[in-house]
């Protein structure tokens, strides 16, 4: 049996992308999110620990908190299971979210702008149906 390989229009290969090795590294960017939300955050680190550890059930200590925050620990990599946890307790905007998908065709919206997308969304539907509407008129001749 030969295996099925067509590609997800999403899907890249190596060979055919038009992106520069490496310019998808978000690390520094994270790291930096990552600083500001630990700075704004209304928790001192022990406590921001102890509830990333209450919400995620994993041991979070101060330590990886500041592992995690340091450009020089290289081989301390923040996960992104983690992030929800941490924009809760942190109380992030979405900065780090949007550190960590900056240069895909993704994007990270608030609460408060939830509704105006909705509303957009709403609006391109009743567009399109309005010119269906036309038409399907002309076609009726009416």
């Known amino acids: 049996m030969s295996k099925n390989h067509s ?6 290969s190596l060979f055919d992308s038009h992106r520069l090795a490496g310019t ?11 600083v ?11 406590k921001a620990a102890e509830e990333l550890t209450r ?16 450009q020089s620990k290289g081989q301390w990599r923040f996960p992104l299971e983690y992030l929800a946890a941490v924009i809760e307790v942190t109380g992030d905007d979405g900065a780090l979210a949007r550190a960590a998908l900056e240069g895909i065709p993704l994007s990270v919206i608030g609460e408060d702008d939830a509704p105006l997308l909705e509303l ?6 009743e ?3 309005a010119k269906r509407k036309r038409r399907l008129m002309e ?3 009416a």
């Open 24 to 34: 998808l590294n978000r690390k520094e960017a994270v790291c930096e999110a990552l």
């Open 139 to 141: 076609e009726m001749g």
């Open 55 to 70: 919400l995620t059930g994993d041991q979070i200590s101060v330590h990886h908190i500041n592992n995690w925050c340091s």
């Open 127 to 129: 567009k399109a149906r």
């Open 36 to 46: 500001r939300a630990f700075e704004e955050c209304p928790l001192p680190r022990d």
């Open 7 to 12: 590609r997800n229009a999403r899907q890249i």
């Open 120 to 125: 957009g969304r709403m609006w391109v539907e």
